[in-house]
């Protein structure tokens, strides 16, 4: 069983994977170098493409008679980017759920762009139960 806060690493755990894979992945195929962030606020000029990953609220499953301990989270992300052309927008959310569904993750709201005057937005949503001993996310080996 992992440490009583196991659950509060999964988001920094998984954007740490899937940003590094994410950059490696499309590394000249972008107009310039992918931001991946996880903070929602602005911190100056826009930049552009931008790739922003954030936790909505997980829910307990797995809980034992005892109800001591938090044994599994129903984890749900929201993946968002920002970025000049439709296609560039594309290409990011398709690489960002191939990297997702890599990690075990469903696809609950499969990725759709839009465009508000000359900038795209693409937003997509993954789920996946993880457990206190799941290796892949909770562990940094």
């Known amino acids: ?3 009583g806060y196991w659950y ?3 988001l920094p755990r ?3 994977l899937v940003s590094y894979r994410l950059k490696k992945a499309l590394t000249g195929k972008t ?3 992918i931001k991946c962030t996880t903070n929602g606020q602005s911190e100056g000029s826009p930049y552009f493409p931008t790739w922003y990953m954030h936790e909505l609220a997980p829910i307990e499953m797995g809980q034992d008679l005892e109800n001591r301990t938090v044994n599994a989270v129903l984890e749900t992300i929201e993946v968002i980017a920002y970025t000049k052309s439709k296609d560039e927008c594309n290409l990011l959310m398709s690489e960002t759920v191939m990297q997702m569904k890599a990690l075990g993750f469903n696809v609950t709201a499969m990725p759709i762009v839009t465009s508000d005057t000359n900038v795209f937005s693409g937003v997509c949503r ?3 139960m993880v457990g206190g001993g799941d290796t892949d996310l909770i562990n940094n080996s």
Do not use: G, L, P
Request: no cysteine.
């Open 14 to 16: 998984v954007f740490t």
């Open 31 to 33: 107009s310039a170098a």
């Open 126 to 128: 993954f789920r996946r």
């Open 8 to 10: 509060t690493q999964i």
């Open 1 to 3: 069983m992992a440490d």
